[in-house]
């Protein structure tokens, strides 16, 4: 009874994702899919992003909190169009919380669009807002248990980037497990290893964005 | 009508979890939900309050994952019973999943008994499993923006851990806001600082533990 009515509501999901999905194709907007713990750096590695490619794309950033505009207001300093959605409550974004938002943000000038979603390591990767590809961030503050206790977020990003490696020498952390589990889960995935604070490994990230997104569409 | 399923999810819930706190007060047993975000360190400070505590009561933990046995195995080294639940994709315990597991584990001989919820800062403060109190761990790695991004947590806890603040000399965290933004939400809230890496700060947390929850039990 319970999974029934949680399949409808993926169902109806799904139906306005594809809407958003036929949106952004018309519009010829890459869309990336944001999500990780909370406090793992997501805003941080935006800011680092629209900094590296302001040159390169017209981006827009979504924000996704349960409440509060603290990001949008890092974003907004960067002179980047963002409107900040507030889920008050629930633990992820949704494809109608994103269809609502879209009017909010100048569309026709967009042409590559992040949506940083709700700090979670779980719902978030069940929900498709239409999207071109997921990509998640983890912080190496979290051990390198968190691969293998959960796997759907890493299954389901086409990027994982592996953050905050500058306090590295500070911590216990195995980081030949992380890289080796990651594969394991995702053969296939794009991985950097970086530090916001530092600027490390920034680059190689841009550039990924660049190859496989940005000349991807257009 | 999204609602009301959620609703209907939640009273079905309620009524379960006061059969859960029959169960306890009947056994005598205090119970501690603790939550986090992912790899915040709640396994570690159960590692740490067990080898505090094991002189002064009888410990019991059911762990709960998405997947996996990792937290199981670590707190079976401490030869304490515990009991793994595995959510399967939830992203949070539910009071069902206590009730079919109490009986795996020896109630009679256990007066302290510590649940350790899924990783994640939003949905497990939600619901209620029949515990006594609830406590979180939050790492200053996270970030300073927590308390006010994820209010309820804080807002539900009669207890929140500040754990490895052996990093702040490493990072740009601002200790005091944590601090004014935690008494904010929640003014009578117990508050500690803790490395479970040094051990500094656990002995006024297991202090705590012994005065508020074992004391007002026997």
């Known amino acids: 009874m319970k999974l029934k009515v949680v399949s409808k509501i993926l169902d109806a999901n799904e139906r306005i994702a594809q809407e958003n999905r036929k949106i952004f194709d018309d519009k010829k ?5 944001l999500m990780s713990s909370p406090g793992a750096g997501k805003t941080s590695l935006l800011e680092q992003t629209i900094k590296g490619l302001k040159d390169f794309a017209k981006i827009g950033v979504i924000e996704g909190d349960i409440t509060g505009t603290d990001d949008a207001i890092r974003i907004d300093a960067l002179n980047v169009p963002v409107v900040q959605i507030n889920t008050g409550g629930g633990c992820h974004l949704d494809a109608s919380m994103i269809q ?5 943000l100048p569309i026709d000038d967009i042409n590559l669009l992040f949506i940083e979603n709700v700090g979670n390591l779980v719902c978030p990767a069940e929900f498709y807002l239409g999207e071109d590809i997921k990509a998640m961030v983890l912080s190496i503050t979290e051990g390198h248990d968190k691969p293998l206790k959960y796997p759907m977020m890493f299954q389901q990003s086409k990027a994982v980037v592996i953050n905050k490696i500058d306090l590295a020498p500070y911590l216990d952390v195995d980081m030949e497990k992380i890289r080796r589990d990651i594969l394991s889960l995702n053969p296939t995935v794009a991985k950097f290893e970086i530090s916001c604070k530092t600027g490390q490994g920034i680059n190689q990230w841009t550039e990924w964005i660049k190859t496989n997104c940005l000349c991807r569409k257009h």
């Open 29 to 33: 907007i890459f869309v990336i899919n």
């Open 100 to 104: 609502e938002t879209l009017m909010e």
